[in-house]
């Protein structure tokens, strides 16, 4: 079909899931125990009202309530916070009312994109030329170092190495490289080894995978029987071939990333999405917890897009559905 | 007549045995990662099971006038700042994990295989619906309805082992349905079905031996998945509740102290990363050892990224 019809296609699925997402979500914590109001959150004062005055106390919930829209039925509760969402209409948070959430975002959405972008560009920058070279040298030592080392790179959690990284250049090498905030290049370079390390891995492994099966194909053999170079069999030939296969893994790969980033980000002191994610969830700060997985899955949505897009103008065999 | 096949090399003990498992033990067994992993495997299952028998200390036992102690005699692994002897935090954490990681998959997998199997026999307007909630679950990273969840459910161990488990169902239930399709009109299936056999015959005694080895291998690869989503919950503060130890919350309050405690870190995240480093040497060995004929090439990585990423 048309690529204009395509991708309406595409973006309609897109809206219709996210809106599911959403819904679902909502509910689930709507029915969920306990509320953002509670002595944690809005302090000692409250808590004391609440004893002293308990109609008084009532009164100021409710108000809090009929601010936030919270004491409508359920049903219509979904629909407005589902139709905001998608026109990006995203109030206030609970915990600051008076900043709008989507000035938190407009702040935190960059650093966040930058970390997890940053992570696959490298990921893919470091691992192609490894996983090629793993496959042109396929069964020797050097074959077998690499593969185990990606491996060991895909097992180790992106949050177990990024606390292995804080205490490497915190504690025996102070000084080298900064390990919280974000703002300097600097400051950008842990984070984003730490979370590439296992897609370096992943990367490596199946460029590796991919490499091996074209090398074996006929045209290759075809190739360099009529005598073109070998380096040329490789990069125009066999790499090109290849890359078709990884970019399918993209997708997946910076799904993972995102997620990934929400630990990262707790670690090394980053003020990014994940960051706010994190704070709003255990607190059940519903506007912010929930827009932060919308843009989240937003994000991921737009990739895999992007990807399945690329996928077809890469290998012209394809076919869109 | 034995000096001779002596000579010539030939043993005389009679045809090796050629059933399908000790064919594949054979496989397994010729790649040396993949046993070294399967010792780990079965040390952490064991460990899971003797673990707070074996532990010095209960997990709640906070000896306040040794806290912030680096490893010694008394406490081999240190102490953490309320005084916790890190040795048996550790050693009760085993259990939560074995529980939690067989439990989750053990769900995703029930939830999974029910509906790619109904959706596979079935057909017709089933397999749609069943189809489109898979393409719907692979659509978002499905790690935040695992956050929603755990909000709703609860942070005891039962709800986070749901929480973790219910939202992998899509994973295999897109294999199951998919190997059923391929089977379902095979010679197999037609000769069955001309001797009369019911359907719930025919999954039964057909299909499930088949499908047991993909299904095999894909929890082999779910189970470090789900370690790790565990693992990542107390780092976003949805975890189990102190004082219940996991190795999350370990490596969290780790990753928090490491400046001056780095003991902390290293034998909780240690342990953890060589746990989840071995589930992926046997999933892979067992991939290579049940299925050999995935390949080597970009098959083999799809399948094993497939089931490690699984859409979350």
Sequence with gaps: MGLARYLLKRLVAIVVTISLVLGAGYVLIYISPGTFYDAANMGQGLSQLQVSDPALYNKYLNSLNSRYG???????????????????????????????????????????????????????????????????????????????????GQAIPSFVLAVLLVLFFGVWFPGLLPINGWGTVGEAVLPIVALSAGNVGAVTRYTRGSMVEVLRQDYIRTAEAKGVPHKRVVLRHALRNSLVALVTVIGPTFAFTIISTLWVEQIFSIPGLGSLLAEAFPNKDVPLAITSVYILCLLVMGMNLLVDLLYRVLDPRVKLQ | MATIAAAAGISTRGPRRTSQLSLAWRRYKRNK??????????????????????????????????????????????????????????????????????????????????????????????????????????????????????????????????????????????????????????????????????????????????????????????????????????????????????????????GGNVLGYPWLLYFPAGIFAVILLSFLFVADGLQEALDPKAGEGHLRRTRRLWFGLRGR
């Design chain 2, 33 to 254: 990662l993949a046993v070294a992993g399967a010792i780990v495997v079965v040390a952490f299952i064991v460990a899971g099971v003797i673990g707070p028998w074996v532990a010095p200390q209960g997990y709640a036992q906070a000896n306040f006038l040794d806290a912030n102690q680096p490893p010694s005699l008394r406490f081999p692994f240190g102490t953490d700042n309320l005084g916790h002897d890190m040795l048996s935090q550790v050693l009760w954490s085993f259990r939560n994990a074995v529980e939690i990681a067989f439990g989750a998959s053990l769900v995703s997998f029930a939830i999974g295989v029910a509906l790619g199997l109904w959706a596979g026999l079935r057909g017709g307007i089933v397999d749609m619906v069943v189809m489109r909630l898979v393409d719907f679950m692979f659509a978002f990273p499905n790690y935040f309805l695992s956050l929603f969840l755990v909000i709703t459910l609860g942070r005891n161990l039962l709800p986070i082992l749901l929480a973790i488990g219910i939202p992998g169902w899509a994973g295999y239930a897109r294999l199951v349905r998919g190997l059923v399709l391929g089977m379902r009109n095979g010679e197999m299936v037609e000769a069955a079905r001309a001797f009369g056999a019911s359907t719930g015959h025919i999954a039964r005694k057909y299909l499930l031996p088949n499908i047991t080895n993909s299904i095999f291998v894909a929890i082999a690869f779910g189970i470090p998945f789900d370690l790790l989503v565990m693992a990542s919950l107390s780092l976003v503060g949805l975890g189990l509740r102190p004082p219940l130890p996991s190795f999350g919350n370990m490596i969290a309050q780790a």
């Design chain 1, 70 to 152: 919270l004491n409508q039925p359920l049903i219509v509760q979904v629909a407005k916070y589902v139709w905001h969402s998608l026109t990006f209409n995203f109030g206030t948070s609970f915990e600051n009312p008076s900043v709008p959430i989507i000035h938190q975002l407009a702040s935190a959405l960059p650093i966040s994109a930058v970390l997890a972008f940053g992570a696959v560009v490298l990921a893919i920058v470091l691992g192609v030329p490894l996983g090629v070279l793993a496959a042109l040298k396929r069964n020797t030592w050097l074959d077998s170092a690499l593969t185990t080392l990606s491996m060991v």
